[in-house]
């Protein structure tokens, strides 16, 4: 079984300039996240999506973070414009919902942003 | 506010001998703990978990405690292999729906 994928897994860009991040889940999994992770520190919650719905994104930034997760399999995470205080991992996760499974969250491998 | 704590950032334990993890959480409302396992340049792996109506749960060579009263977790590894060198994070839920919140993480070094 494919883990969580996860594209690009490095990226350096300037300041002011837009980033994506794209994420495809476990097959069947209908619960996707996205995390930050700072140095040193553990992941923490950006949004979280039950199929295409977003039910929690009470901890991204809408002034320049936004994602989609349109046909409910696959999501993007961008930022525009990005800053120095980006520069982070980007983790994407997922889990199946309504199972015994549902707290087991899979992560992929992340993408290291740099904003210099 | 970090609801979830692991005070310990390192520790270094010979192999063969036990490995112990602590984690210590602030919200009562916690039901639903994992632990998970990071390597560099991976994403976190889950590990263990345990639901607050146990207090042991056992996996193999780990085993995660639960003192509810306590507020308190901990991570037994016993024996320790250098393989469980990783960073381990502590994760807590309140079952209001699959949000977790995360510990800073202790990196742990097996010596051989």
């Known amino acids: 079984e494919a883990g969580v994928v996860q594209s690009p897994r490095y990226k350096i860009i300037e300041k002011k300039q837009p980033v994506a991040f794209w994420c495809n889940p476990i097959?069947?999994?209908?619960?996707l996240y996205w995390y930050l992770q700072n140095l040193g520190q553990g992941p923490e919650l950006l949004i979280r999506?039950?199929?295409?719905?977003?039910?929690?994104d009470s901890q991204l930034p809408k002034d320049r973070f936004s994602a989609e997760r349109l046909k409910g399999v696959d999501s993007t995470l961008k930022i525009q414009p990005a800053e120095l205080g980006d520069s982070a991992v980007y983790l994407c996760a997922s889990s199946v919902s309504g199972t015994g499974d549902a707290y087991e969250q899979y992560f992929g491998p992340g993408t290291r942003l740099t904003v210099t | 506010d970090q609801q979830v704590k692991q005070n310990s950032p390192s520790l270094s334990v010979q192999e063969g001998r036990i490995s112990i993890l602590n984690c210590d959480y602030t919200?009562?409302?916690?039901?639903?703990f994992l632990w998970y396992k990071k390597y560099p340049a991976e994403g976190p792996t889950f590990l263990i978990s345990i639901s607050s109506i146990k207090d042991k749960n056992e996996d193999g060579r780990f085993t995660v405690f639960l003192n509810k009263s306590a507020k308190h977790l901990s991570l037994h590894i016993v024996p320790s292999q250098p393989g469980d060198s990783a960073v381990y994070f502590c994760?807590?839920?309140?079952?209001?729906?699959?949000?977790?919140?995360f510990g800073t993480g202790t990196s742990l070094t097996v010596i051989p």
């Open positions: 097959s069947g999994h209908n619960t």
């Open positions: 999506y039950e199929n295409e719905e977003a039910v929690d």
């Open positions: 994760a807590a839920s309140a079952n209001t729906g699959n949000q977790f919140y």
């Open positions: 919200n009562s409302m916690f039901d639903y």
